[in-house]
């Protein structure tokens, strides 16, 4: 019964925090005058009142008001009663060490099994997976685990970057990345380029936007997914 | 009385694997044989044999033959009795884990520091660090803490890059990640371009290479430093 968006990026070149979700947004969150914001993952170390502030400006432009998680006294039951859920971006493992620490990663993923529609974007996308171990942040902090909420049977990478071509900088590319991943995981991966967004209603995964996705399974080639693809049989 | 080198990456565009420090290397292990090597970050998820073969060739062209740690029945005796050791680059998170896993920490560090020259590029330098907190690698497995050798007083970022002028990708910059790892952790980082390298000689510690690198301090702005700069009071 999950309602689902789960976003490559907030925010696209040249527009606004959110904005190019706005359309999707206003019937996503139409039962919702509330949105119960998560703002752990702190992107620049923000504090969590300022990115609240933030994302609430956000939201006023589809007429919904924005309550951070972090000013509830009982925020287990702030989730429970939740008309929606937005997890906003910025570093994951201080995003999931924090749900850990305040006990609450399994209280979100109940809310959203039972309906509560669930918006993340970057990191707060990445915790829908099964892991965060396909991340691209940096682990400025050490969480309990790298498990996440497994709303998905894969992982998700987010800000999916292709290769430079011409690139002289002998990092590696995130392709290379993935597949390292797949030497020790199992589980698929779908490299998320900006502007995409994996959408759940109910029982059907879908690819949204309008741009391909990468999809990475362990020993097998990456192929391109199509935009508006059927995801929920990949596992 | 630690003799380390200890470089952002293995090699720099455009030449073969070490080949930019080969002039560097020849008095640096002017006493050994043989190079123990320790091959377990797995770039790209290669063999140990596979990655050991790679750099025996490597190290052919100064004169060294090379044994991967993996091979010895006692690797705890072969750190305390090496004339060097190389540790190369790839996951510094596999690379981490396999040296807890196999509880190798503290006797390489106890090498180290006995005086055995150690040579570490990219992983096998950000494990020389106080932490992993500055890796840019993926979290792909999940090692039992991230704390490293500590053989500075500050964290390595290796392959440092620079912010691209015109870049319409939305992930966060170097400096930003940086930034962000500061408002959870005190040391100070250094970013090593690639090219660049720390040398230690006994007390003695310097920025190496023909480069600047970038030095970030919690709570201030960050500021190159030259080549040739003593770095043995960065703390």
């Known amino acids: 019964m999950a309602n689902i968006i789960a976003a490559s990026t907030s925010t696209v070149f040249g527009s606004g925090h959110l904005e190019y979700l706005h359309e999707e947004l206003k019937p996503f969150f ?21 990115y609240t502030e933030k994302v609430s400006q956000s939201f006023s432009k589809i007429g919904k008001r924005v309550k951070g998680l972090h000013t509830f006294e009982n925020p287990k039951q702030a989730l429970m009663n939740a008309e929606g859920i937005f997890t906003g ?28 529609p669930y918006l993340g974007t970057s990191a707060g996308s990445n915790i829908c997976g099964l892991t965060i171990g396909t991340s691209n942040d940096m682990p400025i902090v050490y969480p309990p685990s790298f498990k996440a909420m497994g709303l998905f049977s894969f992982n998700i990478n987010p800000h999916y970057l292709d290769p430079i071509s011409g690139n002289t900088h002998m ?56 935009s508006n693809s059927d995801l929920s049989s990949i596992k």
Chains 1, 2 share one sequence.
């Open 30 to 50: 139409k039962e919702a005058d509330e949105i119960i914001f998560i703002p752990f993952a702190r992107p620049s170390g923000i504090s969590y009142d300022d």
């Open 89 to 116: 971006g910025g570093n994951t493992f201080v995003l999931l060490d924090q749900l850990y620490k305040l006990n609450l990663i399994n209280d979100l993923k109940q809310s959203i099994l039972n309906g509560t």
């Open 171 to 226: 990092g590696e590319t995130r392709e290379t990345r993935i597949s390292e991943f797949h030497k020790f995981n199992p589980q698929p991966v779908i490299g998320l380029r900006e502007g995409s967004w994996i959408e759940v209603d109910g029982e059907d995964i879908n690819l949204r936007g309008n741009l391909q996705a990468r999809l990475f399974k362990q020993g097998q080639r990456a192929v391109e997914i199509e």
